[in-house]
């Protein structure tokens, strides 16, 4: 599973972005898909999920601010961020998470930027 996200950049606090991961098709919808971001110095966190049926959860520090999409049970995801704020600037990386042959399996896609200027 391949996973390609993009969408980041430089904005002022209380713009908006939007991420996308488009994954590879490989004949199944992978049962969660999330985005996690790191800033510097801090461990990674996890932002927002959706699951193949479409169940959300996010973090509470951007709830009611970011939106986690799927596009049907294709494995692409968008993630809607409004109102950012300086806090929210960190690398924002793509995850999926599998369950096959017998096991869960992770992947990762590379990392998108975003900061938010004050």
């Known amino acids: 599973v391949q996973l390609q996200a993009s969408g980041g950049g430089l904005v002022q606090a209380g713009a908006s972005l939007r991420l996308s991961c488009v994954g590879s098709?490989?004949?199944?919808?992978?049962?969660?898909m999330r985005w996690y971001r790191q800033s510097s110095g801090k461990a990674r966190e996890l932002v927002a999920s959706?699951?193949?049926?479409?169940?959300?959860d996010y973090a509470d520090s951007v709830k009611g601010r970011f939106t986690i999409s799927r596009v049907g049970i294709k494995n692409t995801i968008y993630l809607q961020m409004n109102s950012l704020k300086p806090e929210d600037t960190a690398v924002y990386y793509c995850?999926?998470?599998?369950?096959?042959?017998?096991?869960?399996?992770?992947?990762w896609g590379q990392g998108t930027q975003v900061t938010v200027s004050p």
């Open positions: 995850n999926a998470r599998h369950f096959g042959s017998s096991k869960w399996d992770d992947y």
């Open positions: 098709e490989n004949g199944f919808s992978l049962n969660y």
């Open positions: 959706i699951t193949s049926g479409g169940t959300t």
